[in-house]
């Protein structure tokens, strides 16, 4: 099946820096979500983009919608140590749960 | 509103067992999926829902059944486990609105398949 390319894969760094993270694919999607999930919970929605080009925040975190579609990043600013968990892309080309298509998961550990 | 819950939250099982993995969702979406997820793979769709009484095979249905009699519940069973089935598993509820699709997960299943 389809995957998106994630990365980096973990990311280790000191509270108060900023952080980037990416997916890319070689379809075109027409939505594309972050999700950020906490040890031992399940995946939570942090942000959705509906239109290419877009960017959106939500406190801290800022994403933006690639133009060609075929990519997101995720910005987090000022990391704090709630920060810390696995960070999930996903990518909806219609309407369905069948074509939600997530990307591997990014770790971030941050040191206090 | 309790969201989406998942019983058991772990579970080991003897090659060649059967189990049924409980998921319910008090929101009254539509839509409801099951996810397997495994290191370094993401989340992978199993099977999903679109309303009672329809199903349809995600990206890896092999060695899974589902049902969905109501609305509310969407259990997912396994017939025959298999190591390779030793997974944490995912069951998320969706609604649509303006189009897209917004998903909410369960806190998860952890399965070990001896």
């Known amino acids: 099946g389809q995957q998106l390319n994630q990365s980096p894969q973990s990311m280790f760094i000191q509270e108060g820096e900023d952080v980037s993270m990416n997916c890319t694919s070689s379809?075109?999607?027409?939505?594309w979500l972050w999700y950020k999930q906490d040890p031992g919970e399940g995946p939570v929605l942090l942000i959705a983009l509906y239109k290419a080009g877009e960017l959106t925040s939500n406190g801290r975190l800022t994403a933006q919608f690639g133009i060609t579609r075929k990519d997101s990043f995720l910005n987090i600013s000022a990391s704090i140590p709630s920060d810390v968990g696995i960070y999930f892309c996903a990518g909806q080309r219609i309407q369905g749960a069948q074509k939600l298509v997530f990307g591997q998961g990014t770790r971030l550990t941050i040191n206090p | 509103n309790a969201g989406v819950t998942q019983t058991p939250k772990f579970q080991v099982l003897k090659t060649g067992q059967s189990m049924t993995l409980q998921c319910a969702q008090d929101m009254n979406h539509e839509y409801m999926s099951w996810y397997r997820q495994d290191p370094g793979m993401g989340l992978r769709l199993i099977h999903y829902s679109v309303g009672a009484g329809i199903t349809d095979q995600g990206e890896v249905p092999n060695g899974y059944n589902v049902s969905r009699s109501t609305t509310e519940d969407f259990p997912l069973r396994l017939l025959s486990a298999a190591p390779s089935q030793t997974s944490v598993y995912f069951c998320?509820?969706?609604?649509?609105?303006?189009?897209?699709?917004?998903?909410?997960f369960g806190p998860g299943t952890r399965l070990l398949v001896l």
């Open positions: 379809s075109i999607f027409n939505t």
């Open positions: 998320a509820s969706s609604y649509l609105a303006g189009g897209v699709e917004t998903q909410y």
